[in-house]
C-alpha cells in the first residue's frame, strides 16, 4: 500500500546534511515542504584537478562516458567545453544528470531506481561497451573500476576532483551537539564521517538515516547507531527513508 505523505510529517525535526550547501537544495525544498528545517555542514571541499584538463579533452572523441557525482560533472564542465562531447554520457544519479545536461551534454542517460555504482554497472548501454571513460574524483569504492574490467572492457579514468577535509572545530561541534530535539543527519558517503570520534560524538544524538549498506557499516564502526538505510543518495531516497522513521506507519 502507498504510504500517505502530510506536509507535516517532518515537524519540528531539525535535519542536518553532511554536504556542502550549494548541494543542498533540493533537500531542503523536500524537507521545508514536510515541516523540517535542514542544516548543512560541509565535511570537505571540493578541489578541482586542473591538471587532468587534457585527458579530459583527449576523451571528448569517446562514444562512452560515465560520470559518477554531480561534483565529477561541474569540475569537468570546468575543464574542458562539454557541447563537444557528442557522444552518450551515463550519470549515476539525477543530480548528476541536471549537471550535466546544465552543462551543454546532449545525451545523458540514468538508471532506473538505483542510483550507485551497481545501478550504472546493470545500464543496457554497458552490455556491449569495450571502452568507456569514468570521470570521477580521487577514492571511492573501485567497484565500477573492478567490475568492468572483469567484463574485458577498458576502463581510461579520469580524476577531475578531489576532497579537501573539513577541521571541525570544538565550537562546530558543540554546536551539532546541541541541536535540538527531534534531530536527524542525512549520510550520503563513508567519506563523510571522516570527522573520526570528535563528529562521531557530536553526531551521538543524531538519528541516522544513510544511503547505503557501506555507509551503514562506516557509522557502526563510530559507534553510530542507524537508523535507517535508504538504499541510494538521491535526495528523495534520504528524505523518504526520514520521513518513515519520523512517522511510522500505523499498526492495523
Not at 67 to 86: D, E, I, K, Q
Not at 98 to 122: N, Q, T
Not at 191 to 206: H, I, M, P, S
Request: hydrophobic share 45%; with cysteine; aromatic share 4%.
Amino acid at each position: 500500500m502507498t504510504s500517505i505523505i502530510h506536509r507535516n510529517d517532518l515537524a519540528g525535526w531539525q535535519v542536518l546534511a553532511l554536504r556542502p550547501a550549494g548541494e543542498c537544495r533540493t533537500l531542503r525544498r523536500r524537507i521545508e515542504r514536510l515541516g523540517g528545517t535542514l542544516h548543512c555542514a560541509a565535511p570537505w571541499r571540493i578541489e578541482r584537478v586542473d591538471e587532468q584538463a587534457d585527458s579530459l579533452k583527449r576523451a571528448l572523441d569517446a562514444s562512452l562516458w560515465l560520470v559518477t557525482s554531480p561534483n565529477a560533472a561541474r569540475c569537468a564542465s570546468g575543464l574542458v567545453v562539454l557541447p563537444r562531447f557528442s557522444g552518450t554520457a551515463l550519470a549515476v544519479g539525477p543530480g548528476t544528470r541536471r549537471a550535466l545536461m546544465r552543462a551543454g551534454i546532449a545525451r545523458v542517460a540514468i538508471p532506473e531506481g538505483d542510483f550507485r555504482s551497481e545501478g550504472l554497472l546493470a545500464m543496457p548501454a554497458l552490455r556491449t561497451a569495450r571502452e568507456v571513460v569514468l570521470v570521477t574524483g580521487e577514492g571511492g569504492r573501485g567497484l565500477l573500476d573492478r567490475e568492468l574490467a572483469r567484463r574485458g572492457v577498458a576502463v581510461k579514468r579520469i580524476e577531475v576532483y578531489r576532497r579537501r577535509p573539513r577541521h571541525w572545530t570544538p565550537v562546530v561541534l558543540e554546536r551539532l551537539a546541541a541541536t535540538p530535539r527531534p534531530c536527524a543527519v542525512l549520510v550520503s558517503s563513508a567519506e563523510a564521517l571522516g570527522g573520526g570520534a570528535a563528529l562521531a560524538e557530536a553526531l551521538a544524538g543524531f538519528e541516522l538515516v544513510v544511503s547505503s549498506e557501506r555507509v551503514a557499516e562506516a557509522a557502526l564502526r563510530l559507534g553510530l547507531p542507524v537508523a535507517r538505510v535508504a538504499g541510494s543518495a538521491a535526495p528523495e531516497a534520504l528524505v523518504e527513508a526520514l520521513r518513515l522513521h519520523a512517522k511510522p506507519a500505523p499498526i492495523r
